[in-house]
């Protein structure tokens, strides 16, 4: 294999992508990732506003987006998404669901016990990190299926390894995120096809708008004692850049990974090798 037909690997044009939760931190840098290598991105999020800030890089191209409203918990809404998407662009080649998050409500504190966590803020955290990957693979991967081709990547996380102590019903959703990749790379390959791909990413600490308030002092900035300890047990003494996703997130869309399904990817600067000691 030439240099020439190595560098096309990473080269999308023409391919149609949709992200959920794509006018987020790090879905929003995953779209600007892949319009810049020349994808036709659907940025697909329930607040299309927030998608504002990303405009400018976007329109860099050389790919093409557009900004669709969409609810990961609400089928018709990716339905009619899908029809837009469709209508736009063309079949869905990529499947990438970056929606997902936790609640305050559903995290354990000082004024918060375990066994005071309310049903609903469970159910939420819950619904949106299973039911909110479950249901874009079905309204989306139905296409591929059809087709027999395609790729689709969860986001998973580090809890998912190893489950923080405060947030429980986050850290069990994203360990039913990664086995739910395995169990879909498995069922597309063996009832659809092999050229159907599913694999996910699992970030270590990435300072967000939801774990924000966790990991730094809303006043100072400066870390808290949960941020400090993060920090100490990760080898590379950092937290991750949206940027530091990249990589991996091409690799795992690209022909470069076209023997590789089913595996849940670390991007965590070291966490999860290092014991403490």
Not at 67 to 80: A, M, P, S
Not at 167 to 194: C, D, R
Not at 245 to 257: N, R
């Amino acid at each position: 294999m030439n240099l020439d037909e190595l560098t096309q690997w990473y080269d999308f044009t023409g391919r149609t992508v949709v992200i959920t939760g794509g006018a987020g931190i790090l879905g929003g840098e995953m779209a600007c990732a892949l319009v810049g290598c020349g994808a036709n991105v659907a940025i697909l999020d329930r607040d299309p506003a927030l998608a504002d800030r990303l405009i400018d890089r976007l329109g860099c191209g050389p790919g093409c987006f557009a900004v669709v409203y969409g609810d990961v918990l609400k089928r018709e809404t990716l339905i009619k998404a899908g029809e837009t998407i469709q209508a736009e662009f063309g079949s869905v080649d990529t499947l990438i669901n970056a929606a997902g998050g936790n609640s305050p409500k559903a995290t354990t504190g000082t004024d918060l016990s375990f066994f005071d966590l309310p049903e609903d803020a469970l159910r939420f955290v819950f619904n949106l990190n299973i039911v909110g990957t479950f249901i874009p693979c079905q309204v989306f991967g139905r296409g591929m299926a059809d087709r027999g081709e395609g790729v689709i990547l969860n986001i998973s996380s580090m809890n998912a390894f190893r489950p923080l102590t405060r947030i429980p019903a986050y850290s069990a959703a994203k360990a039913g995120v990664s086995n739910f990749t395995q169990w879909l790379a498995v069922h597309m390959a063996q009832e659809y096809s092999t050229n159907i791909r599913v694999n996910a990413l699992a970030p270590g600490f990435f300072l967000t708008e939801q774990n924000r308030f966790l990991l730094t002092d809303e006043e100072s900035g400066e870390l808290t004692a949960r941020g400090r300890t993060i920090i100490e047990h990760t080898p590379m003494g950092r937290f991750g850049d949206s940027e530091d996703l990249l990589g991996v997130m091409l690799w795992l869309l690209s022909p470069a990974s076209a023997f590789v399904t089913g595996i849940v990817v670390p991007v965590d600067g070291g966490f999860s090798a290092y014991s403490g000691v």
